[in-house]
């Protein structure tokens, strides 16, 4: 695990998806992006949501839909961000997490596609 990404997973998931303790907070990930994946749920938790994280299957496509008890944690769950290396942005699973919304609201995160270096986390955080 590196520490550092895990701290600028923390600035993330506070600025800007504005978790909070004890908030059900689920990340989806599929193997390409496991490692990224693995530094926001340590993040999650360490910040006192009740962090879960899922790694599926990589998708073929962009907007091809997780499977079914995937789709069923998105939606009850209050924070969910996908890193995976095809985004599910599109996908009827993230529209209905989003039209689930629970009591507090319902916040997601999307990142699909490939950056190099995970220069993507460290344009929102350059510290």
């Known amino acids: 695990m590196n520490p550092q990404l895990t ?17 059900t907070f689920l990340v989806v990930s599929d193997e390409e992006k496991k490692e990224l994946a693995e530094s926001l749920y340590e993040a999650g938790r360490s910040l006192g949501a009740e962090a879960m994280l899922v790694v599926m299957k990589g998708r073929s496509k962009p907007g091809e839909e997780p499977p079914a008890p995937i789709a069923a944690a998105m ?43 995970r220069s993507h986390l460290r344009r929102l955080y350059p510290g």
């Open 75 to 117: 939606s009850g769950s209050q924070v969910v961000v996908c890193i995976t290396e095809y985004s599910l942005t599109h996908t009827k699973a993230r529209k209905q997490a989003a039209a689930d919304r629970r009591p507090g609201g319902h916040h997601a995160g999307n990142y699909g596609g490939h950056v190099p270096g």
């Open 7 to 23: 701290e600028i997973s923390k600035n993330v998931l506070k600025n800007c998806l504005g978790l909070r303790e004890q908030e």
